[in-house]
């Protein structure tokens, strides 16, 4: 038995736990060989392979990003042909399964290539944006949230001086989870996402109620969230900008600014980018993601194609693969509305 | 509305965070006033109180502890009388409902209180140990086990000049969960839990494996762990030492000992002990703890006393508070078997 | 025998631990009498006082920020009166001394009110950015470098994946000090501070040469760094703008689009921001900022105002608290050349 | 020109640092081609050699342990044979010159085969006891201080509860740098060195006075620490354990027993063992490394052999390759007596 695997989308730390646990399982109770494709989908398009024995996954579990690389290729992109090499590429390397490791567009090639041509996938759900709707959670999205965590508990030191407002900008381009979660962890006065259009009347409401309370207010808000009307710069000259509500210095930039010029309170800003896809895992998420890689290769062995690893509880349970195309699990309003008792 | 609360057993980070969100909500949302009793059950019994408002939980989020202290008092320990000074008290200081935030021995007592006496309780389910078993996850215990990690993370650069065997000696007294999922997440070579009596031969023969793959074996011992047979110091005279299998200088200074004798290879101990209890708890204990929080105090408002909150899944939920007296969540077997293809 | 204490200027983690230090050999070695003046030099002008005994510092030695306040505010810059009144004040409240922690501008005013007015003033540095010049190192700037180095730390995984330049913006609007330690401990490619004007055809052409190394490049950049010939946005119209070198969305952001513009490379920015000034100080910086306190406070005990307590190599001296004076130091060629082994 | 490399002594986070250093400025700068002796001294004695180009030290930074391993391998204890072998070796190799990275014994072979053969060593101090006498500091006391202090940390989350006694054991078998520095970064209330033999009627002293202001005592213990007259275990049959002062379970434990029978308080304690060792170097060590390793290849360029890299306040300076024999830096009374006034 041979056994592909490939990670596509986006950094999320443990990706390589995930390929380490397939690995160890595969090989030492099953006897399978396993076979790493390079880069996402590039890696079956273009017959870009590496062997994936014991040793190459050895130290690998503490480390984040893919030993395997990754890409946002696509075959069904690029027309008949590029997904009759990915067919070709899996029959010429032996290959009897593929995991595949990635978030909503990975998956849903996989999903495809099982429906459409049987090609025998498993799929590994992967963003640290916590928006598959699939799985109780994914591993990476902890690690993020943490990493906001620790920014914003150092930025309370500030606050305590009630001196300036406090912008912290996370990921979270269509969902808040990492704002919400961390934003509550983090005691921030203020959380924003893209599930809710804010009010900035209400921002600075909730800005200026908390310099009475003698401290400055900390506000979280996701890269993706936008103030009610949409367009957060409505004055500017935007030609040479990709459209879209974001303005290109970043929603965290133009909020410090309008709430400066609205409170007349001095803000500053923290962006953390990628900062919050890097680095090691926590041990949380080393923990989901191994045993995402062991029940993977365990569906490979019982012939589960077709099918997706997710977290139900503390069980790991197996879904339709096709469930990858559902729309991304957003923050509701019940959740938001509990986190908001904490505004202001 | 007057509500109380008490906080008893060991230490356990997150336990700030569930009363910060018991009086945010319950103070704005529902203008309670809250009442909190100092040491665990011994504050009801001696009337022991402090005012719980606002301020009393401003930055207490981060903090490790408890605010209020604690206890392992057991007001049925000391006779009918204690458990009437309780009443009196709780009717003294007009508290309406009382909200208990401990362990199994801490819940057992509300669950009588309430069954035998209608007192009006509801649970906060409260263990780093992780062993209740009606909730998925207690707080606590992801930042006892992300410390374990740490820890074990550091060995690795030890073990990596293949010298000595290095044990790691981890809390669980009576279940192995710390040591599961930190052996686990830290790519330790063998996990020996409460559970499961270990047979010194088979970890003598994972250690000396592990050197012939050219690297030194990390071993995570749970404290409470003890080799088939029990009884892990059977030349002992430990005629002035406490009953039970762990000798006095602890099963990981024990075992080091032993796998020295028996393989010939130096051995060193790293104990944790409450280094694992204390500190900023983790970005996801906030928010289980936070979220515990919110919800029992919701449990006051619905009246529905004699519950504990939970979690399952993502959903925090309510269990009759009379589960807290139920055996402990052990590690099963399943799963330790799907850990154990990382050992040796 | 009482002394008056002052906190003055930004946030610095390790304030606290000097305020500790003086208060705790102060009272239980001498027996002196504390009193904290709060919010930097509003303190003495106002007259705003609070007390300082062992259990106002317990605590305090982790935790970043002031217990005493701080403020910018200079009686100097208010005329005679408001000198008159903080010579009033410490007459009042019988202060024989008057410790000042602070950066240059605060401790400037100590040094006048000794020099002109006779007022026993002895000084503490304290500058994140390290760039006082009497002493090798001050406290809170060992911990900035840590947060630093542990961001860029997480971006390598990124940079691995070779498909992104990571811009990181760290403190420091005169000098480089942060940047060129973290950007070294980080091992980024390319590191740019405010002593040494850059070359944007350079910086492209490191950050070109890196991705052909197969590793995407890490540009660290300090807040206050500009292009060779001084205004890096030569066509904004920046009317309304504070005037001087950096763009309103910062330096960082500024790179960033300038980098993708010139060399067709996707670039993401990372802005720290108050992150590096806030949350518990290292160990280090604990070491070296108690240790401040416990010697400023024997400067009392010895008479010797005027002075300034300095680090040199590992003994804690003293020099003229008029050399806070001095022009800031900066990092001289020699070292930025030692580092630049590591650009590219 | 061909340099080679050795490194030698127990783990020290900051070893690779150095290294990379050396290699990045020896091939980049000066053109040199770089060989790496495996194991320490037992590379040369053995012939065992390893390539160290550019690509062999990418991503070592910021990990811990030795690329080239090391050992205690000391070709004088074997004999002229054995060091005739290091000559003919390095000979065989085309070696010009040789950095040697490592403690007392390590650097006292080179300082030996430079004096007494001519040999072109360059010496690099390496402990992470700090307490090599020719430097303010060695690489990785940074780090395992830094360690050390976030345990003690934890530690007083438990300590507020005013119930046990916390012993934490550090590393120091001959000096207590560790256990000063992180004693007072965590604010311990005893620290015991092996340079100053303790009192255990003045430790339970200063117990029981911590008790008195309900708060429980942090003690840190140096494992090379000792009560006065010597033996701690005076009445232990340890006829089968290695001679010394250390009772087989550690002074922590033998010290928490002592300390729970005369003041009948509960005692824990944490041994922190080769954690210390291990992991990533803070940002300061992987600074004084980086330098260090600078340097070294400079003293290779400059002809300076027979000569150390150290630290003297912010420059690196060089030393006769001779002080390593020197005898150990001891933390003096005047500094044990400064941190003492934290004690009790």
């Known amino acids: ?85 990915v067919r070709e590429n899996l029959a010429k390397h032996e290959v009897d399964a593929l995991i595949t490791i990635g978030g909503k567009n990975t998956l849903t090639v996989a999903a495809r290539l099982f429906e459409e041509y049987g090609v025998p996938c498993v799929g590994v759900p992967k963003t640290i944006e916590n928006d598959l709707p699939s799985t109780d959670y994914t591993f990476g999205f902890d690690t993020a949230v943490t990493i906001a965590t620790e920014a914003i508990d150092r930025l309370h030191t500030t606050a305590e001086s009630h001196m300036r407002v406090l912008v912290v900008e996370v990921m979270g381009r269509h969902t808040g989870w990492i704002a919400v979660r961390s934003g509550l962890a983090g005691g921030a006065n203020v959380v924003l996402i893209p599930e809710q259009p804010f009010d900035l009347d209400q921002v600075c409401a909730w800005v200026t109620s908390r310099f009475r309370a003698s401290y400055a207010p900390i506000v979280v808000v996701a890269e993706g969230a936008a103030p009610v009307g949409g367009d957060p710069m409505p004055g500017d000259d935007d030609e040479s900008e990709p459209a879209g509500p974001v303005p290109p210095s970043g929603i965290g930039e133009w909020l410090a600014r309008e709430i400066e010029r609205r409170t007349g309170k001095e803000a500053r800003t923290t962006v953390l980018g990628h900062v919050q896809r890097g680095g090691t895992p926590t041990a949380a998420d080393r923990w989901l993601a191994t045993r995402f890689g062991l029940h993977a290769i365990d569906c490979v062995r019982d012939g589960a194609f077709g099918r997706m690893v997710a977290l139900r509880g503390t069980d790991i349970v197996r879904v339709p693969l096709a469930e990858a195309k559902a729309p991304l699990k957003t923050v509701d309003a019940g959740l938001y509305d509990e986190v908001g008792v904490f505004f202001g």
């Open 1 to 85: 038995m041979r056994v592909g695997v490939l990670t596509g989308g986006g950094d999320c730390p443990g990706i390589n736990a995930v390929i380490r646990g397939i690995v160890r399982k595969g090989v030492q109770e099953y006897g399978y060989e396993l076979t790493g494709f390079r880069d996402g989908w590039r890696g079956p398009m273009e017959g870009d392979v590496m062997r994936l024995d014991i040793p190459a996954v050895r130290g690998t579990l503490p480390r984040g990003g893919t030993i395997l690389g990754s890409s946002r290729a696509d075959p069904f992109q690029h027309g008949e042909a590029a997904v009759r090499r």
